[in-house]
């Protein structure tokens, strides 16, 4: 049975994962492919450091260069994450005429033009399924099998982390900063989280999955992007008793010939499907004109989820070789992506529902102040809820308003008005609500 | 750029769709394909009724045979359901050397092993994406993005007929018969109703799913089948009080090398992702070993989510012919899958709980007669619900209990037992519990 040469770079948690799967599973995948997968050559960072899988017949190697310039290697799998080297290892590899596997969503997001366009010169697949949502096939039904579908929009929960502290928060009402103590302590969070509770990590897989669904090259920079560092358990308690569960949602919508792209958090329908996805999975909800609403939910990170996905592209690389078909997707989904363009609609454009939060001192007319300033800006009310002291600990009183559909640059200008009002105190809490990519599906 | 031609038989529900999607669709299948996709011909039964679809340029006949042996035409879509003569035209077709895409899981789940293994000898490529699920792309998961792992076990809703019927004598409170005759008002049940509600078209999407994930073939009549005729509002009452909704489940587990595949209605956890996948919507819970569990919903069934799914079949298939790489993937997901051969489990030996609804006179010693018979075969009960009259027409009253896992095979016997006991009236009402799959997801 014809062997296919493979060469990892970096031995991380995810390249574990792979070479555990490459080595497990190679029976398995032999009888499914009709070849052999044989991980030839490993690159690390020390030779020194223990393992935590065992590489029987593999050349471990401090020299990624031997691994590019191996004749026997047609795929290499980068598995360093961030921007150099491995910006230069992926096009070195594709140069050198090998195929690419790469979970790398940050490098994609800020080189994917150079790097996708490089590949598709050259007739190189590049495989990134493992770059968004862990195992969920996401990229292969984007480009493949949703391809009859002009897409229409896609609402995701595609940062375990944050979904993992949301859920934590939620469930036991801890604070965001007890809730993340606990992800590090677990391994679900890093030492500096930023990446992840800022939105920077969702903002990069939506800006990913965009470009692929619409064709156009979306900026990471052009995703308007919101972390979850300011929710508290008083809002995911409002929250809940209006009958809705707060997300970090990654959004991409195309409405009239623009596309409105956005992390932020969001209130969702308590009954909605993204509502129900807990814990440390993710979920992408997809909207195909023809297919209608479709969600893949399952874990989004992880060795052996992650590896799943990276071994099911190396596969499918190795299909091609086999077949000499290499190049048979285009790895942006479209032939000439380029040709493509969409205008991005700016966040103040947006309508929606919002979620309000003043805190205001318990004095007569306040609310009649806060209710007055909406209504000038075009902003009407759908519901109130006004309580007595005691969940704040100062001498002010929560006042939470749920908002009919209103345009954010109308409901910004309201903001600055209504920060003026003397017995409005310290900043109005503003979450946008997101109800209805789901609601249908009860 | 390149034409490949279509040659399209049936032009009911999903064959309109998917002649509109062609049409419609063109431009942007161009762009990701790099090649045009032509619909030549259209076989139909007459020429004379009116279509839903315009059809401008494309040729009607009531010929088969010329669609068959148009050179021109590269891939025959077979949209007309049933055995013969889809079977005939299939094998014709792959013989012709045409490739094939159908929607037809009731000809794969019979006539599967001699369709499967034509176009393998031949070469020639078999699209079925939309035989199971609708627009999900489960075939294709499960054959090209989970490649890597051992399946363990499925749980799928995958009849929409009956989820939409269960979905409102949930929520309205309707027998199976208000229930029933309301979906074929709206046309999501058939005149005759009995492959939806008797679980055999739930039978052969399931046979055919596992076939693929367990590279063994799984005949349909190996699966054990079980409707929902006898679901009645009581007992969905009953389940709702102890945090369960009933859904008819397929559902296939690889155990210590046995296969165990079923439908049959179930209590699932009212959290469970599958308790909230309502009325139409079909869902399919998948577990790798590797992945972990993953879910995937979308619409079961109607013109355009199923077209979606044949047209990304066609696309799959234009790509292979673009690149000469036919036969890339083998239609039944191994190379050999006859090499392979699973032992399935009889249902005598399912190991699950229970809800048992009996209907007994209420008389001192019947519970203790009904207890004592299940704990003489090895069934421990893990909670009962005992309520005055009322709930029955007649004077008896209803013991609702939950057994602890017990075997399938005592549970009969217990059963049959319970039977002869003078104050038990009618027959007792045994739905099994799925809790297993789906519980960890929140």
């Not at 997968?37 to 990624?64: H, N």
């Not at 939470?400 to 559909?405: A, D, I, P, Q, R």
């Amino acid at each position: 049975m014809q062997p296919i040469h493979i060469g990892l770079i970096g031995l991380g948690t995810v390249g574990t994962g792979v070479a555990q799967i490459l080595q497990e599973k190679a029976e398995l995948i032999a009888a499914r492919l009709g070849a052999r997968l044989v991980l030839k050559r490993v690159a690390v960072r020390s030779l020194e450091r223990p393992r935590g899988v065992p590489l029987a017949g593999v050349q471990l190697t401090t020299e990624v260069a031997s691994l590019l310039h191996d004749p026997d290697i047609a795929i290499i799998v980068e598995l360093i994450g961030g921007y150099e080297p491995a910006r230069t290892y992926v096009l070195d590899a594709l140069r050198q005429g090998k195929h690419v596997v790469t979970a790398n969503k940050a490098l994609l997001a800020r080189h994917g033009p150079e790097i996708f366009e490089t590949a598709r010169a050259l007739r190189r697949d590049l495989g990134f399924e493992a770059s968004v949502g862990g195992g969920i096939p996401i990229i292969r039904t984007i480009k493949e099998g949703f391809v009859a579908n002009q897409f229409l929009g896609m609402a995701c929960i595609i940062n375990g982390t944050t979904n993992y502290i949301l859920s934590r928060m939620s469930d036991q009402g801890l604070t965001f900063q007890e809730a993340l103590k606990e992800a590090q302590a677990l391994g679900y969070a890093e030492a500096d989280p930023t990446y992840d509770v800022e939105g920077i990590d969702a903002a990069q897989k939506i800006a990913l999955l965009s470009s692929l669904a619409f064709g156009a090259w979306v900026p990471q920079e052009a995703v308007y992007t919101e972390g979850i560092t300011r929710i508290t358990p008083l809002d995911i308690g409002y929250a809940r008793e209006l009958g809705y569960r707060i997300k970090l949602l990654a959004l991409a919508n195309l409405r009239q010939g623009r596309l409105d792209v956005r992390v932020h958090p969001a209130l969702v329908p308590a009954r909605s499907w993204l509502a129900n996805v807990g814990g440390v999975y993710n979920a992408i909800v997809i909207h195909g004109d023809m297919v209608g609403r479709n969600m893949l939910i399952g874990r989004g990170a992880g060795a052996l989820p992650t590896g799943s996905a990276v071994v099911g592209d190396i596969v499918d690389v190795a299909r091609n070789i086999l077949n000499n078909s290499t190049g048979r997707v285009p790895p942006q989904a479209y032939h000439t992506p380029e040709a493509r363009s969409l205008p991005l609609q700016d966040i103040g454009e947006l309508v929606c529902k919002y979620y309000l939060r003043f805190q205001v001192l318990d004095q007569p007319g306040v609310l009649a102040a806060i209710a007055g300033i909406l209504g000038q800006h075009a902003i009407s009310i759908e519901s109130v809820i006004q309580k007595g002291r005691g969940s704040a600990k100062d001498d002010t009183v929560s006042v939470v308003m749920m908002t009919h559909e209103a345009q954010e640059g109308n409901l910004r200008h309201a903001l600055a008005a209504i920060a003026a009002v003397p017995s409005v105190r310290g900043e109005t809490v503003c979450i946008r609500v997101e109800e209805t990519e789901e609601a249908e599906a009860q």
